[in-house]
Antibody, heavy 120, light 109 residues
Framework: QVQLQQSGPGLVTPSQTLSLTCVIS??????????WTWIRQSPSRGLEWLGM?????????EYAGSVKSRITINPDTSKNQFSLQLNSVTPEDSAVYYC??????????WGQGTLVTVSS | EIVLTQSPATLSVSPGETATLSCRAS???????LAWYQQKPGQAPRLLIS???NRATGIPDRFSGSGSGTEFTLTISSLQSEDFAIYYC??????????FGQGTKLEIK
């Protein structure tokens, strides 16, 4: 059974960097049949795909246009996890952030969610 | 970007009855890339249906999905108390970015 465990701070100061980690159990971050994604949910934006990382003989990252200049998603094979960094945050980045596994273009497994508030 | 429009926004149905939820896409979506998720308060979304009509593991057969092209439907028969939640459709037709509908809240009548 695949499980995704998220961690990271729930409060981030405006203009700073939001950093979250998603630890994978029951699968490998290096699997060549899945992609590891970050999604956020807010009342104003609904469910919004942010980006992903995946391995297909080499590592790839894909990002949503709305955050492309500010986002980095990286795998960590030594810890079987992947991370999200979102720079220069504003209150509009306040949301519940989820990590999830994408397989056959379906999100089968989700992390528990992390409520992130951007506030001074 | 493909926009998914769900209707109605809120649906009030009595336990034991059938709920029919709609998801309309702004352009054609392959059935292979249309899914439905259920979300309860304080929880992550849970996969119900993939490939428009395939129930995920452990999902009761009172949940069924249908449709093709731009019109998709989630039907929940013999509604149970645990079925009252928010339901989202999701498409992944254009790699790498998928999009979600805005959700239908299913509430007890």
């Amino acid at each position: 059974q695949v499980q995704l465990q998220q961690s990271g701070p729930g409060l981030v100061t405006p203009s700073q960097t939001l950093s979250l980690t998603c630890v994978i159990s029951g699968d490998s971050v290096s699997s060549n049949t899945v992609a590891w994604t970050w999604i956020r949910q807010s009342p104003s934006r609904g469910l919004e795909w942010l980006g992903m990382t995946y391995y297909r003989t080499t590592w790839y990252q894909e990002y949503a246009g709305s955050v492309k200049s500010r986002i980095t998603i990286n795998p960590d094979t030594s810890k079987n996890q992947f991370s999200l960094q979102l720079n220069s945050v504003t209150p509009e980045d306040s949301a519940v952030y989820y990590c999830a596994r994408l397989q056959a273009r379906t999100l089968h497994y989700w992390g528990q969610g992390t409520l992130v508030t951007v506030s001074s | 970007e493909i926009v998914l429009t769900q209707s109605p926004a809120t649906l009030s149905v009595s336990p034991g009855e059938t709920a029919t939820l709609s998801c309309r896409a702004s352009q054609s979506v392959s059935s292979s890339f249309l899914a439905w998720y259920q979300q309860k308060p304080g929880q992550a979304p849970r996969l119900l249906i993939s490939n428009a009509s395939n129930r995920a593991t452990g999902i009761p057969d009172r949940f069924s999905g249908s449709g093709s092209g731009t019109e998709f439907t989630l039907t929940i028969s013999s509604l149970q108390s645990e079925d009252f939640a928010i339901y989202y459709c999701h498409q992944y037709n254009n790699w790498p970015q998928g999009t979600f509908g805005q959700g239908t809240k299913l509430e007890i009548k």
